[in-house]
């Protein structure tokens, strides 16, 4: 049964409540993941129309992009935040008959932010073994214009769905200097359901790590007023430096 926005919250809450007890014990160590992943977007619309855009279409019509991740270690105690921003538009022109012209513009601005709390199984030992919980947001706001001749048709719209989400993560030493990070959630929410996969390949220099992988995050939206399911898959490449 799909959950509600309040359980999600209170689910999201829970999973971060048990770090306080080790708010005042040992220190923090700390990692940050600055990348650039290159999806391929995929969703359906609620009409039932396919829609595909490329890295290579991302690229033409993005306007601005940001993404990146910070974990914090404390012992077992495990947190990670991971963000990604992406603002899109693109504006054609045409005619639809002598003397006749016609443009159309679309801006499509998205947000998706997980944050989860964990236990790591391994902290006694190389590597990482991490079971989470936590929550992933997706804000997704669309705008289209069309104009034809002297006529124009405004079509907008917006998901803004809280899901909770529950996963493993991990490092697995493979060899001097290289190392295997992989990561896998569900959860549901607002959406019928979301999850994710991806794995990377580490490569260390002095306190830097080289990355490059794989990524697919997707999502069944449910109710909505624009797209029944989206979802991002492409290779990921990245710099982590701890600290």
Request: no cysteine; charged share 15%; glycine share 12%.
């Amino acid at each position: 049964m799909k959950m509600t926005t309040k359980t999600t919250a209170l689910a999201s809450a829970l999973a971060f409540s048990g770090t306080a007890a080790f708010a005042e014990q040992g220190t923090w160590d700390f990692r940050a993941f600055i990348y650039l992943w290159a999806p391929e977007l995929s969703g359906t619309t609620v009409t039932g129309q396919d829609m595909t855009l490329s890295f290579s279409d991302l690229v033409e019509n993005l306007d601005f992009g940001l993404m990146g991740a910070l974990e914090a270690n404390k012992g077992p105690i495990s947190i990670l935040g991971d963000f990604q921003y992406l603002d899109l538009s693109s504006d054609q022109n045409a005619a639809v008959g002598p003397g006749i012209p016609a443009t159309a513009d679309a801006s499509v601005t998205g947000f998706v932010f997980s944050g989860s709390a964990g236990y790591d199984f391994k902290h006694t030992q190389p590597g990482q073994l991490v079971g989470y919980g936590g929550f992933r947001y997706l804000d997704l706001d669309t705008t289209a214009n069309l104009a034809v001749g002297a006529g124009s048709q405004r079509v907008s719209g917006s998901i803004s769905n809280l899901d909770a989400v529950f996963g493993v993560r991990g490092v697995q030493p493979l060899a001097d200097k290289w190392a295997l990070s992989f990561i896998a959630d569900v959860g549901t929410g607002d959406s019928d359901l979301t999850w994710q996969a991806g794995v990377t390949f580490d490569y260390q220099i002095n306190n830097w790590y080289l990355s490059f992988g794989y990524r697919h995050l997707a999502w069944d939206i449910g109710n909505s007023d624009v797209v029944s399911d989206l979802s991002f898959s492409g290779p990921i490449v990245g710099a982590k430096i701890s600290f």
